[in-house]
């Protein structure tokens, strides 16, 4: 092969646009189920939020950015967001909302399944949240326990 024959090579380069995050406004009417999570620690090590700080975790910059990931991947189906965190409870209160509407006798399968396969695991591992709970909660890999109720207005 002649060491000219890509000489001209810059003439074909076309630089990759980042796709444009469009932080789309959340609007509740696109979905057709709401629900209201409470979610807490599995065999915690901490009394309150607060004290996540000890074991080098940032609990609202960890769920923020977890959420955004999960909302990004997820915005055709589902969307999160945190209605209330405080430094001084034990657990924090999300909101899910479905685009399709979930029958109660699946809505159990379905809110474990998003918290103890699709989140749980960005939180315990790229999170360190593992460094939150103790032991049992180590030995069999969870992280939440849950409760959820629908929302209706």
Not at 2 to 8: E, P, Q, T
Not at 60 to 74: A, G
Not at 93 to 117: F, G, M, Y
Request: hydrophobic share 35%.
């Amino acid at each position: 092969m002649n060491g000219n024959f890509f000489a001209n090579y810059k003439e074909f380069i076309i630089y990759p646009l980042e796709e444009q995050k469009v932080n789309k406004e959340f609007d509740p009417q696109e979905y057709a189920t709401h629900y209201i999570l409470t979610l807490s620690l599995y065999d915690s090590l901490l009394s309150n939020w607060g004290e996540a700080n000890k074991y080098e975790v940032e609990v609202k910059e960890s769920i923020e950015k977890v959420l955004e990931e999960f909302n990004n991947t997820q915005k055709e189906i589902y969307n999160l967001q945190v209605l209330e965190l405080e430094s001084d409870k034990s657990y924090f209160v999300l909101s899910l909302s479905c685009k399709t509407k979930i029958e109660n006798q699946e809505a159990n399968d379905r809110i474990s399944h998003i918290v103890d396969k699709i989140i749980s695991n960005p939180f315990y591992v790229g999170q360190s949240w593992f460094r939150l709970i103790g032991d049992k909660g180590r030995v069999i890999r969870k992280l939440f326990c849950f409760s959820f109720r629908e929302y209706t207005v």
